[in-house]
C-alpha cells in the first residue's frame, strides 16, 4: 500500500508541473520559467542580457547587466497552484553575483490510504534556492554558473537534492548577441524512501538582434531537453517612447507538431536613480481538452 501510495504522490508531482507547461520529470517546475519579459517572449532568451531574471536562462548573461536589481513574478493559475520568483544581482569588480528563489506549490491534494472517501488533504511544495556568479572574461564574452539546492514535500514524503547550470554569452556589439547554456547538468532528487531521480538536463542555444536602429528586437532559440525532442521558440519586441514595450512570441515542438503562443507588454519607469519595470505575460495552457489562460506578473527595480 506504501509503495501505491508513494507512486501515487509522484505521479502528482509530475502532473501538477506538467500542467504549468512543463515537460514532466523529476523537478519539472524547473522549467515553468522566469520573468514575465522572458515568458511573453517564449522563453526565446538566451541571449538577451539586460534584465535579472536572465540568470535564469542563462546565467552568463548577467554579467552584462550593468547595474544591481531586484526581480520578481507572480503567477495567477488555477487548481490551486502558486508558482512565484524572486532574485537579486549585485555587480563587483570580481563579477556579478546573484541569488534568486523558485517556488511551486499545489494545495489541496486527496489522499487516501486505499479504495475510501475519507481522504485527508496534503500539500506539495517544491523550492528551488540559486545562487549565480557571472565574469565578463572580455568586454564581449563572459561566462557564468548557478549552483541550485532543491527542496520538495508532499505529506510525509520529502526530498532533497541539487542542480548546476552554466553558460556563456557572446556580446558583439548593443545590436547582436548569442548565448549557450545547459541547465540541470548532475541534477538530481533523492527521496526520504530511499529513491532517486535524475533532474533531465537542458541544452540551449539562442541568439539576439536588435533591428532598424532599435526599433525591433529579435530572439531564436532552439532547445533540446535530455529525455525530449528539440523545440524552437522566437520573439520579437517592440520598444515604444523607450518607456513602453509590446512583445509576442511562438514555440514549435520538432517531436510533438505543437506551436505554442505568447504575449505580453511592460512599462520601464525611471525615478531618481532608479529603473522601475513592470511587466505581464500571457500563456494558454492546455490540459487534454480543457483550455485555460495563465497571467505571469513581474516588478524589477534596478539601482
Known amino acids: 500500500m506504501k509503495r501505491i501510495l508513494s507512486a501515487a504522490m509522484f505521479l502528482l508531482i509530475t502532473c501538477g508541473a506538467w500542467a504549468l507547461g512543463t515537460g514532466g520529470g523529476a523537478a519539472a517546475f524547473l522549467r515553468a520559467g522566469a520573468g514575465a519579459r522572458a515568458l511573453s517572449l517564449s522563453t526565446a532568451f538566451t541571449a538577451y542580457y539586460d534584465d535579472v ?3 535564469y536562462w542563462n546565467p552568463s548573461a548577467v554579467a552584462f547587466t550593468g547595474r544591481p536589481g ?7 493559475l488555477s487548481e490551486q497552484r502558486a508558482y512565484n520568483y524572486i532574485a537579486g544581482i549585485y555587480p563587483t569588480p570580481a563579477g556579478v553575483f546573484g541569488a534568486g528563489l523558485i517556488n511551486f506549490s499545489i494545495a489541496g491534494i486527496e489522499g487516501r490510504e486505499g479504495d475510501t472517501e475519507s481522504f485527508t488533504e496534503i500539500k506539495d511544495t517544491e523550492n528551488a534556492y540559486c545562487l549565480t ?3 565578463p572574461v572580455t568586454r564581449w564574452f563572459a561566462a557564468g554558473v548557478n549552483f541550485k539546492i532543491l527542496q520538495t514535500a508532499l505529506g510525509s514524503y520529502s526530498a532533497s537534492g541539487f542542480g548546476f547550470d552554466t553558460g556563456v554569452i557572446l556580446k558583439v556589439n548593443e545590436y547582436f548577441s548569442a548565448g549557450a547554456s545547459l541547465r540541470d547538468a548532475g541534477g538530481f532528487l533523492k527521496w526520504n524512501t530511499g529513491y532517486q531521480e535524475d533532474v533531465p538536463m537542458l541544452m ?9 536602429d532599435d526599433v525591433l528586437r529579435v530572439s531564436v532559440d532552439a532547445e533540446k531537453n535530455e529525455f525530449e525532442g528539440l523545440s524552437a521558440m522566437a520573439g520579437a519586441e517592440v520598444p515604444l517612447f523607450k518607456m513602453f514595450f509590446l512583445r509576442a512570441g511562438v514555440s514549435y515542438g520538432l517531436d510533438s507538431y505543437e506551436f505554442d503562443y ?3 507588454m511592460g512599462v520601464s519607469v525611471p525615478v531618481s536613480s532608479f529603473f522601475i519595470k513592470a511587466d505581464y505575460a500571457f500563456q494558454k495552457e492546455e490540459y487534454f481538452t480543457s483550455f485555460q489562460a495563465q497571467h505571469r506578473f513581474s516588478l524589477s527595480v534596478y539601482f
Open 53 to 55: 531574471s536572465c540568470a
Open 70 to 76: 531586484i526581480s520578481t513574478m507572480y503567477s495567477l
Open 133 to 135: 556568479y557571472a565574469y
Open 204 to 212: 540551449r542555444l539562442g541568439i539576439r538582434a536588435a533591428l532598424f
Open 262 to 264: 505568447t504575449a505580453g
